[in-house]
């Protein structure tokens, strides 16, 4: 499987742009995932590349580059409400999901 | 359509209890993927089902088990507990993406196991 990591906090102001970075082994590897928990629900779906390059969602973009195991999750214009945990998740060719252990993002005003 | 429904939401079990937590997918998802949440390793993978058959399996000890049925609905169970099962139960329902060999997972609410 996937080694998945991840920064534990990271910190941001109201309408700026923060990258929660996300590193992975290689091995394996067959696409990543990007999901949004806020605390007390259920983690909901972001975004998913599995080629390199940038998919653009809204103010959600996802970076990945399989040669160097590296993805990013782009967050613009933040708002109060991206205050979550985002958790960063690699395929392998078995369909099951590889989960770092998230990074909560704290956004103040 | 319905969400992933998981029942029961809360559950409290003391040690040496077995446990059985229940997931019912999306309607057209044939694939049920099992996971445990805790504060210090995060969503851990513990197996997946698809067409009533155990298709993935995490490094989780044998008391932990699962089955699906025809319906696609799936149980796990946990026996003899510990108290280091405590945790967010989750169960996630996929549909494949086309052509790429990966499936987008949809969250159910979990299932908050205590064991005293």
């Known amino acids: 499987g996937q080694n998945i990591d991840q920064p534990t906090e990271m910190t941001a102001t109201e309408g700026a742009i923060v990258q929660i970075n996300c590193t992975y082994q290689?091995?394996?590897?067959?696409?990543l995932f990007w999901y949004q928990q806020h605390a007390g629900e259920a983690p909901t779906f972001l975004s998913y590349?599995?080629?390199?390059g940038l998919e653009e969602k809204g103010r959600f973009s996802s970076f990945l580059s399989r040669s160097k195991g590296y993805s990013y999750l782009l967050l613009k214009e933040l708002q109060m409400k991206d205050s979550a945990s985002y958790l960063c998740?690699?395929?392998?060719?078995?369909?099951?999901?590889?989960f770092g252990k998230g990074t909560s993002l704290l956004v103040t005003p | 359509k319905a969400g992933v429904t998981q029942t029961p939401r809360y559950l409290i079990k003391t040690r040496g209890q077995q446990v059985t937590l229940s997931c019912s997918p999306i309607?057209?998802?044939?694939?049920v993927s099992w996971y445990q949440q805790t504060p210090g390793q995060g969503l851990q993978f513990l197996f997946e089902?698809?067409?009533?058959?155990?298709?993935n399996k995490g490094n989780f000890p044998g008391r932990f088990s699962g089955r699906q049925f025809s319906n696609s609905r799936s149980e796990m169970n946990v026996s003899t507990l510990e108290l280091g099962d405590s945790a967010l139960y989750l169960c996630?329902?996929?549909?494949?993406?086309?052509?790429?060999?990966?499936?987008?997972?949809?969250f159910g609410p979990g299932t908050r196991l205590t064991v005293l």
């Open positions: 089902y698809f067409s009533e058959t155990q298709r």
């Open positions: 590349n599995v080629l390199d």
């Open positions: 996630a329902s996929s549909l494949e993406l086309a052509g790429t060999g990966m499936n987008e997972q949809f």
């Open positions: 998740a690699g395929s392998n060719s078995g369909y099951a999901l590889n």
């Open positions: 309607s057209g998802h044939r694939s």
């Open positions: 290689t091995s394996g590897f067959n696409g």
